[in-house]
């Protein structure tokens, strides 16, 4: 029986061995990756439109499963404390459990589905990696429907939260998967 060595994502493998400072530093600039990504947006009611879910799958494609998962937590952490790093700047407990508070958990159940797939033999070509960036983007508009539908009725939670972002989910999946490829490897060659 052969035994192969684990598959690791391009950014955890590049900071295996590293001193922890190294990781530090990768979870925060992930995090304000992140947040940058939120102030590019357009304003819709009662959910903006953002590049949030393009950065969170480039980085979650790179990350893997642990890295992703803290930079995501990391993230909303800073958003918890007031930090300005929501869509608009927003920030607080408030902006966590308002419109958007279920399209934020789906962020982190994203993140953990896509860096746990690109740890895996062949999670990184470009059909899975596809696959599970489209999964990614129906998880986070499924939970995200399903809190707007508990205030807002189903009929305006499809209509304000998920149909106008179905497009931009198509185009962010496949330059999310782009930057991966072209990142991913370059990384990986060093």
């Known amino acids: 029986m052969t035994v192969t060595a684990p598959i690791k994502a391009p950014l955890d493998a590049l900071l295996a061995g590293r001193a922890l400072a190294w990781r530090v530093g990768a979870v925060l600039v992930g995090s304000w990756l992140l947040a940058a990504s939120s102030w590019a947006e357009v304003a819709m009611y009662p959910v903006p439109m953002t590049l949030q879910t393009y950065a969170l799958l480039v980085i979650a494609g790179l990350s893997g499963l642990r890295l992703s998962l803290e930079i995501v937590f990391v993230w909303l952490a800073q958003a918890a404390m007031g930090l300005p790093v929501l869509a608009g700047g927003a920030s607080g407990i408030e902006a966590l459990i308002g419109p958007t508070g279920g399209y934020l958990l789906g962020f982190l159940a994203a ?23 489209l999964t990614a983007h129906a998880v986070i508009l499924l939970l995200g429907f399903a809190w707007l539908a508990s205030g807002l009725g189903a009929k305006a939670a499809f209509a304000g939260g998920v149909a106008p972002f179905l497009p931009g989910a198509l185009l962010k999946t496949l330059l999310a998967v782009a930057t991966v490829k072209l990142v991913g490897d370059r990384i990986l060659t060093r």
């Open 111 to 133: 993140a953990g589905l896509v860096g746990w797939l690109a740890a895996r033999r062949g999670g990184r070509d470009w059909l899975p990696l596809s696959a599970s960036f």
